[in-house]
Nanobody
Framework: QVQLVESGGGLVQAGGSLRVSCAASGRTFSSYNVGWFRQARGKEREFVAALTWSGGNTYYADAVKGRFTISRDNAKNTVYLQMNSLKPEDTAVYYC????????????????????WGQGTQVTVSS
């Protein structure tokens, strides 16, 4: 079992940067692809970025491509999402999650393919 705890959210002005982190417990964390999702008020949860268990491959939603960077430090059991050039439409609760397949070869974008979730961290971008 894996437990995930996000941190680093907050209030930032448009054009600014923020890095959110996701600390994992569980010795098998490094075996799973991870993803970041977000959910704005009144909207469905949407995919943001994903990273393979090895850290070798990434995939981003078009809305964040070129602005956000996902990374991981398996020695620290932590996943990061660096967010630059933030826009008001990036305002949401950000969640990290682990894929339900160990050593997955495909980066997936659908929430139902992710098994463990954190509680989320609020990111608010003011205009």
């Amino acid at each position: 079992q894996v437990q995930l705890v996000e941190s680093g959210g907050g209030l930032v002005q448009a054009g600014g940067s923020l890095r959110v982190s996701c600390a994992a417990s569980g010795r098998t964390f490094s075996s799973y692809n991870v993803g970041w999702f977000r959910q704005a008020r009144g909207k469905e949860r949407e995919f943001v970025a994903a990273l393979t268990w090895s850290g070798g491959n990434t995939y981003y939603a078009d809305a964040v491509k070129g602005r956000f960077t996902i990374s991981r430090d398996n020695a620290k059991n932590t996943v990061y999402l660096q967010m630059n050039s933030l826009k008001p439409e990036d305002t949401a609760v950000y969640y990290c999650a682990t894929d339900n397949t160990r050593y997955g070869v495909i980066l997936r974008t659908t929430p139902r393919n992710y098994e463990y979730w954190g509680q989320g961290t609020q990111v608010t971008v003011s205009s």
